[in-house]
């Protein structure tokens, strides 16, 4: 067991990317758990959302504040004239904007919406 | 027939795009895909720029433009494009992404309706659960080339960019692919960030909200983006017409010159 598990690290990881029998097959079997991980997840995460409008009315507001707070950010960059503070608020804005558009596609793959 | 070139200094003070133009009419942005730089795009340029403006770019750490910071979602991707757009005046544009640039593009639809005159998807996914996903060999290969030097990456790259009638036919059109592709040096930092841009990026169900007329089109023998992926655009976006190219593989404007003309076609019926 434990050198089907070493045998199934990543491809990355892999010095020649090459995968045998035995790697597909527990690479084959760890997706289909995480799938099912992910569907449950979904399932509880929508029926939970229920209250307040619906996961996708959910995740769209989440959507709309980060982009605002994005908007803010940079608003506020372009407004102060000197540097590096210019740059470090831009860079902030970018962050937050990028932060929360892997927090976006994370949720909306386990919500599917 | 008119050209002009740029660089786009971010707010960030660190961040400079190139763009180049080409042409004169209706303005189009092409945005191109994994770690090539806007000199890709070199056949579509001569193809549309008889009766369209055609602008290209560099995505961050690629060819000319640089930063310190790479783009890690195409969100990013998506608002770098339009700061080009905002430095450019331009205030709507046909856009033609291809492979992650038609995420890209996906996104400027999305996040910037009202930049959009109408948009072309060529061989690229919306992401997401529904997206269908290369062979696992593709994915290996695609992380392993990384670490290649750039000639023997490019060639190693051929069976999965080219379709089988292409490699038989047009060997010189690769060749000349490469050629192009090697003057550039290759950025494997920002190729990786791109990378997990394209992993990260999901559109599928909000495909639904783009208002702008569509036209995808995909190679059915694409390894690297199966063909299926541009049916589940088709059917997401509202009106979205698709054209698939029966012999061609990823890299279809090589494969199929004519489709540069079907697609300048949707562009003057959509100006």
């Given at each position: ?101 892997t927090h976006l596609s994370s949720v909306r793959w386990?919500?599917?919406? | ?271």
């Amino acid at each position: 067991m434990s050198s089907s598990l070493r045998s199934a690290r990543p491809v990355w990881l892999t010095s020649s990317g090459e995968l045998n029998k035995e790697d597909l097959e527990v690479m084959a079997f760890m997706e289909e758990v995480l799938e099912r991980a992910i569907d449950a997840a979904g399932t509880v995460g929508r029926a939970a959302l229920i209250p307040w409008g619906g996961a996708e009315a959910c995740v769209d507001a989440y959507e709309t504040a980060i982009r605002a707070l994005t908007d803010a950010q940079l608003n506020i960059a372009r407004a102060v004239d000197a540097e590096p503070v210019r740059a470090v608020l831009a860079s902030c804005a970018e962050m937050t904007r990028d932060i929360g558009a892997t927090h976006l596609s994370s949720v909306r793959w386990i919500l599917d919406v | 027939m008119s050209s002009g070139s740029g660089i786009v200094n971010r707010l960030d003070g660190r961040t400079r795009l190139y763009w180049e133009s080409t042409g004169a009419g209706d303005p189009v942005l092409l945005i191109h895909g994994l770690g090539l730089s806007g000199g890709a795009w070199w056949r579509t340029v001569d193809a549309l720029a008889d009766a369209l403006r055609v602008i290209t770019f560099d995505h961050r750490g690629i060819g000319r433009s640089d930063s310190l910071s790479y783009a890690y979602t195409t969100e990013a991707m998506a608002d770098d494009a339009v700061s080009i757009l905002d430095d450019l005046a331009i205030d709507r544009v046909h856009v033609y992404g291809f492979s992650l640039g038609g995420m890209v593009a996906q996104q400027i639809a999305l996040r910037h309706p009202t930049r959009v005159q109408s948009l072309v998807l060529g061989a690229t996914h919306s992401g997401g659960r529904h997206a269908a996903f290369p062979g696992s060999d593709v994915v290996a290969f695609f992380r392993r080339r990384a670490t290649m030097p750039s000639e023997e990456a490019a060639w190693a790259s051929v069976p999965y960019n080219y379709g089988p009638r292409s490699r038989a036919e047009q060997v010189d059109r690769i060749a000349e692919d490469i050629e192009r592709r090697l003057a550039n040096p290759f950025n494997e930092r920002a190729y990786r960030a791109q990378l997990l841009a394209a992993s990260l990026h999901n559109c599928y169900r909000r495909l639904e909200r783009i208002r702008a007329p569509t036209l995808v089109v995909h190679g059915a023998r694409d390894l690297i983006i199966p063909v299926a992926n541009a049916h589940l655009t088709a059917e997401r976006v509202p009106g979205a017409r698709l054209e698939i190219l029966a012999d061609a593989g990823h890299l279809y404007p090589t494969e199929e010159p004519a489709v540069d003309e079907a697609i300048g076609e949707f562009f003057a019926a959509h100006a």
